[in-house]
């Protein structure tokens, strides 16, 4: 035989190790469903493409040649190594692991978490770490596999999609509807936001109309602000959501300050199963409370 006269195909060898194993055409047709001829062709075309007879035939069957004993070893350790690669591929198309999701303290508490028991009843080998806090993870250090942020992301490897807007107004406690003496607006002490977080528009809102008075109270959390103007500290800029929840009064309802919402993975995972599906749940749950987050 000439060494090479044809194309190396690489599902021939499932041909090859069939017939090994089977020890005749008939044998290895039937264990691959498939037709005798096919397996016929197939092993042809191995031979052809090796330069190598790797079976004797015989009246009572197929017997391997040295050439052929020689190549079954390797020919078994690619068929491992596909295995492997396959059981790999299905495992991460299955919805099972851990998700690490990144948000809010607020939209944790109020929106994600109780919406949890349906996700987890569906796909109960998922597993959740949800990581809340002022600080934004890394998702290409792969702190978190995904996160909601207020935020747009301009540069990196990222799967980016709009969830909708997060609503703030102008919130003070009901208490002070009723002071002795009512102030206006412009004379109102407002709750602010730390220096470190100036470049949000609720703080540069509040910056314009305090026109430089200072803040009664900076805080650098949401939920510090809403425990002070409940507390009659002062009149705030607020999630309406959080500030419903709070039963505060809304001063006015369009505070320029609404802040879009964004759900943020790393390109690479999102063809992964268990991130799909919390990235999929996130996206129904924020559909579903888009008034509510909105107004």
């Known amino acids: 035989m000439e060494t090479m006269k044809s194309e190396f195909y690489w599902d021939d060898i499932r041909i090859f190790l069939a017939i090994a194993r089977a020890g005749t055409l008939s044998g290895a047709a039937?264990?691959?469903?498939?037709?005798?001829?096919?397996?016929?062709?197939?092993?042809?075309?191995?031979?052809?493409?090796?330069?190598?007879?790797?079976?004797?035939?015989?009246?009572?069957?197929?017997?391997?040649?040295?050439?052929?004993?020689?190549?079954?070893?390797?020919?078994?350790?690619?068929?491992?190594?596909?295995?492997?690669?396959?059981e790999k591929a299905q495992l991460q198309g299955a919805v099972a692991g851990l998700v690490r999701l990144a948000t809010s303290d607020n939209l944790a508490t109020h929106f994600i978490l109780p919406s949890l028991p349906?996700?987890?009843?569906?796909?109960?080998?998922?597993?959740?770490?949800?990581l809340s806090g002022v600080q934004s993870v890394n998702l290409h250090r792969r702190e978190a596999d995904l996160a909601i942020r207020l935020v747009r992301p301009e540069a990196g490897n990222l799967t980016i999609r709009r969830l909708g807007t997060l609503g703030f107004g102008l919130y003070m406690a009901p208490s002070l509807l009723h002071a002795s003496a009512p102030f206006t607006l412009n004379e109102a002490p407002c709750i602010g936001w730390s220096e470190s977080h100036q470049h949000l528009p609720a703080a540069r809102w509040i910056k314009r109309v305090l026109r430089g008075r200072p803040c009664r109270l900076e805080a650098n959390t949401l939920t510090a602000q809403v425990a002070a103007v409940t507390a009659g500290l002062g009149v705030g800029v607020l999630p309406h959501f959080m500030a419903r929840a709070s039963g505060l009064h809304c001063l006015q309802r369009d505070s320029s300050a609404d802040q879009p919402l964004w759900l943020v993975m790393h390109a690479d995972l999102a063809t992964s199963g268990r991130v799909r599906a919390v990235a999929d749940h996130l996206i129904g749950l924020f559909s579903e409370c888009r008034e509510q987050l909105e107004r």
Do not use: M, W
């Not at 004797?56 to 078994?76: F, I, M, P």
């Not at 009843?121 to 959740?128: D, G, N, S």
């Open 118 to 130: 349906s996700l987890l009843q569906t796909h109960p080998a998922l597993r959740l770490e949800v």
């Open 30 to 86: 039937s264990a691959l469903e498939t037709g005798i001829a096919t397996v016929s062709r197939k092993l042809d075309r191995l031979e052809q493409s090796l330069g190598l007879p790797l079976f004797s035939r015989h009246q009572s069957g197929y017997r391997l040649t040295d050439d052929g004993e020689a190549l079954l070893e390797r020919a078994e350790a690619l068929e491992e190594a596909g295995r492997a690669v396959t």
